[in-house]
């Protein structure tokens, strides 16, 4: 299909009466870079803006949290790439609350301690870390012109959500509670794992007016409504899903060892399936993400409903250069689906009209593997 630009309303006139053809021309002047004619067809060239946490993006591709999103030169490149967001690295609670009580190691271990010190021992303490983590945040808000989300590491809403507060000072435009809770602990209920959640989000929430997300696991017993009693809390977006830890064991020395630490795009039926599920179904945002490795893999989770794909692996194994590829090779297919804007092919394939995902869940895999030929 050929394309022709005209760079002004006048000059695209001309052209069409030149041709002895009526022109086509809106009565509102048009951006020159927004111009295009299709078989002589004036249309909107292909638009990737979206809005995620209320914020405004560019494109639908976010930098997940990670090394790659660390210090201040990589969110450049990750920017200069082309990233519609970033999300920084990561900063621990156990980091936070660490540093809390090395400071009240010292400051009781010196002789001059007195009841107005002890008073404020049990304030927050910002140290080493969390004053880098900080920084960061003010340095890449200076520097960057896409959106900056923090992101808080947790496993409970003990003595570090002051924190948040500390953040949104900072300067972030959002932030993202990885919440790393697996269901390995014997001692707590379901019930009591979905309540650290809800903990956490609320308290979080409580304390900042920016936009908060949640990036939770698929360990629940019940996860779609899990889901959905979460994003009916203050939360403005849910990732799913968090990546973890994967063992694997050596069996020549019979030692626990790292499995897979980077996704692949194999990884991504998880999430694909599960934001399907969930889109337009949770009072919230969705952005997918593990497994998202090429423009395809994104498309497909933007055709499932999810606002934003985070990526990180394909950060590690390309490095951000490789945004500018996956931005383009999004618009080729909008080009050629002659999808103007994001919103114009988003949830085109969710499970919203399912009235029983499950059902149609078995259905199809009855369809697929029932028939299933062997190929030796």
């Known amino acids: 299909m050929l394309w022709t630009y005209a760079p002004v309303t006048y000059q695209l006139t001309f052209f069409l009466l030149f041709r002895q053809e009526k022109p086509h021309i809106s009565s509102t002047i048009l951006p020159r870079n ?20 209320g914020l405004k993006l560019k494109n639908p591709i976010v930098a997940a949290s990670s090394e790659m999103t660390g210090t201040l030169d990589d969110l450049k490149k ?29 400051m009781t271990g010196r002789p001059y301690v007195y009841p107005e010190t002890m008073d404020y021992m049990d304030n927050p303490m ?3 870390q969390v004053r880098k983590y900080l920084r960061l945040i003010k340095d890449a808000k200076a520097e960057l012109k896409i959106p900056v989300i ?3 590491n947790c496993v409970s809403s003990q003595k570090w959500t002051y924190l948040a507060a500390e953040i949104e000072k900072a300067g972030a ?3 993202e509670l990885n919440m790393f809770i697996l269901p390995t602990d014997f001692t707590r209920s379901s019930v009591d794992n979905e309540k650290i959640y809800h903990d956490v989000v609320n308290q979080v929430s409580s304390e900042v007016n920016i936009p908060v997300s949640a990036k939770v696991s698929y360990y629940f017993s019940d996860l779609g409504p899990a889901l ?21 064991i ?4 019979m030692r626990m060892t790292s499995g897979h630490v980077l996704s692949s795009s194999s990884d991504i039926h998880i999430s694909l399936r599960w934001v399907a599920i969930m889109a337009n179904r949770v009072d919230c945002d969705i952005a997918a993400t593990t497994g998202v490795h090429s423009g395809s893999d994104a498309i497909k989770q933007l055709l499932a409903g999810a606002n934003v794909v985070q990526i ?5 194994r390309n490095g951000p250069e490789y945004i500018t590829q996956m931005v383009s090779d999004i618009t080729n297919w909008m080009e050629k689906m002659e999808f103007d804007t994001i919103d114009d092919f988003r949830g085109k394939m969710a499970q919203e009209k399912s009235t029983n995902p499950a059902a149609w869940e078995r259905a199809q895999f009855m369809r697929h593997f029932r028939h299933f030929v062997r190929t030796n």
């Open 312 to 316: 990180a692996s394909v950060l590690y």
């Open 150 to 152: 923090a992101s808080i």
């Open 34 to 53: 927004m111009l295009a004619v299709r078989n002589h067809k004036q249309i909107i060239m292909t638009n990737l803006s979206t809005t995620y946490l």
């Open 228 to 248: 959905r009693r979460l994003s009916e809390t203050r939360i403005k977006g849910l990732v799913l899903f968090n990546r973890f830890y994967a063992p694997d």
């Open 250 to 253: 050596d069996i020549d020395t």
């Open 173 to 175: 435009d959002a932030i």
């Open 126 to 128: 910002e140290e080493d």
């Open 78 to 106: 990750i920017e200069a790439a082309g990233a519609g967001a970033v999300v920084l690295k990561s900063l621990f609670e156990e980091e936070i609350q660490m540093e809390m009580e090395q400071m009240k190691q010292q």
